[in-house]
């Protein structure tokens, strides 16, 4: 099974995906690096004046007196070689050891976001999906509708004033306090659940429709034709041509979810990637809101080409070489 599924990994297509993924990179650094130098006000900015001697002084320690196709192709060649450069804020921290600090736990709430929403809304879509216009269908798409339209903004406050204030089940937010500081269910429960209830109800719908579709199908007719149980004929035949639509969702949004929990982040006090760009947009910190942008494409070009990979090998008549 894993050799026949290797072979199906188009390796061609793959290599010319990563190739492309160079200039595509680039342009974002460029677009990105002159729209930060283009919006107004500056990382030393304040309400007081500094005098023009520290101004230089400060300029010409991070390269800022430079002229400004020097300042990109230093910045570039930084990036090149791994360095984000230093943060403008966050004194004696580079903005590799900021992204090194929020990142893990970004991805930590992101990817247990997706995984309970894959398996939930996945399941409760099959569920929905094979009873078609019945009770149990209405009641989960009315639940799912309920999920898409409440914002996380919403939900968050509402399962911090039940389960944390009220019952005091889970903690409020953060990480918990010296000595105690880590990722634990006590403290990252609630904000994973907040995340996972608007993809849970994006994915039920999604797979409910697509096996709806997938059952009508005519290879699902042939397989009940050769005398196959319900249970094989869903499990083995509609289930993986079910998920194709899924693949295709699941890629982007587990991009989108693992580095674009800021609201979540900062409700819950969390000191995630999201966090950090949000607090170097506002303080004009060039240097760190260009290091998670840069994470933010990279994991987004990644995860849609492992998109693209899994659609090829759960469907045989996709070839991309």
Sequence with gaps: MLQRAFRRIPWGYTFRRLLIAIPTMLAIITMAFLMMRAAPGGPFDGERKLPPATEQAIAAKFG?????????LDYVAGVVQG?????YKTLGKSVNDLIADGLPVS????????VISLILGTALGVFAGLRQNTAADFGVMGVAMVGISVPSF?????????FAIGAGVFAVGGLGTYPNIGMSWHNMTLPVLTLS????????????ASIIETMHANHIRTARAKGLSEWHVITRHALPSAMLPLVSYAG???????????????????PGLGSYFVNGALNRDYTLVMGAIIVYAGLIILLNLVADILYAMLDPKVKYD
Excluded: C, N, W
Aim: hydrophobic share 55%.
């Design 64 to 72: 800022l007196d430079k002229p400004l196709h020097e300042q990109y």
């Design 83 to 87: 360095d984000f450069g230093p943060s």
């Design 107 to 114: 991805l930590t709430i992101g990817a247990l976001t997706m």
């Design 154 to 162: 919403v939900i968050g406050p509402i399962l911090i004033l039940v």
């Design 197 to 208: 209830l608007a993809q849970i109800a994006i994915i039920s719908r999604l797979m409910r």
């Design 252 to 270: 982007p949004a587990m991009a989108r979810v693992m580095t674009g929990s800021v609201v979540i982040e900062k409700l819950f006090g969390l």
